[in-house]
């Protein structure tokens, strides 16, 4: 199966200021058709999760633009501008080129 | 707008069944990649079952093979799990995903407990 793996898994951050988190797959995440399979995902406290980006850099519709993603084959980061106290939650990464699609451990990110 | 609704879950023995539903509505369903994908208490995601548009291609994790199986009634716009065999391990909340290129829905989770 293809490992992912989150750093950091805790995340304090200071309102306002900007937070990135970094996720690592041990194949490449790249399918048939071209397309880099990852994507990431938040879990606020007591809620489903919902998807914020698709395919490493596209946003969900309505997700704020201070949400962002990057990178390619196996290295890949989300990064949150400025946060906000509703971005309070955890954060996974997930591919899904391989079966069985996998996630990360998932990033705690909490306000200072 | 969009809802997806599971039902089902509850306390089971280990050796016990259940069948987890999904009803979907506000989109088109039969247009989605489906999934179960399952979060035991304070742990993290797991893809658990997965299965195509039409039906006919589906996929799980080696841990439920041959204990779960997904299927899809698309003319009614639901997602079941048929689950068997349940051990403590399968204990969690079983939300109900729907996959699109741009589109992509959870439900709120239906909690499966396995306990003596």
């Known amino acids: 199966d293809v490992v992912m793996t989150q750093s950091p898994l805790s995340l304090p951050v200071t309102l306002g200021q900007a937070a990135s988190i970094s996720c690592r797959s041990s194949?490449?995440?790249?399918?048939?058709?071209?397309?880099?399979?990852l994507m990431w995902l938040q879990q606020r406290p007591g809620q489903s999760p919902r998807r914020l980006i698709y395919?490493?850099?596209n946003r969900d519709s309505g997700v704020p633009d201070r949400f962002s993603g990057s990178g390619s084959g196996t290295d890949f980061t989300l990064k949150i501008g400025r946060v906000e106290a509703e971005d309070v939650g955890i954060y996974y990464c997930m591919q899904h080129a391989h079966w069985p699609h996998t996630f990360g451990q998932g990033t705690k990110l909490e306000i200072k | 707008e969009v809802h997806l609704v599971e039902s089902g879950g509850g306390l089971v023995h280990p050796g016990g069944s259940l069948r987890l539903a999904c009803a979907a509505s506000g989109f088109t369903s039969s247009s989605f990649w489906m999934s179960w994908v399952r979060q035991a208490p304070g742990k993290g995601l797991e893809w658990a079952a997965h299965?195509?548009?039409?039906?006919?291609?589906?996929y799980y994790v080696d841990s439920v093979k041959g204990r779960f199986t997904i299927s899809r009634d698309n003319a009614e716009n639901s997602l079941l799990l048929q689950m068997s065999g349940l051990r403590g391990e399968d204990t969690a909340v079983y939300y109900c995903?729907?996959?699109?290129?741009?589109?992509?829905?959870w439900g709120q989770g239906t909690l499966v407990t396995v306990s003596s």
């Open positions: 194949q490449s995440l790249v399918n048939t058709d071209g397309d880099t399979c």
């Open positions: 299965i195509n548009p039409d039906g006919g291609d589906k």
């Open positions: 395919k490493v850099s």
């Open positions: 995903v729907a996959w699109g290129q741009l589109d992509n829905y």
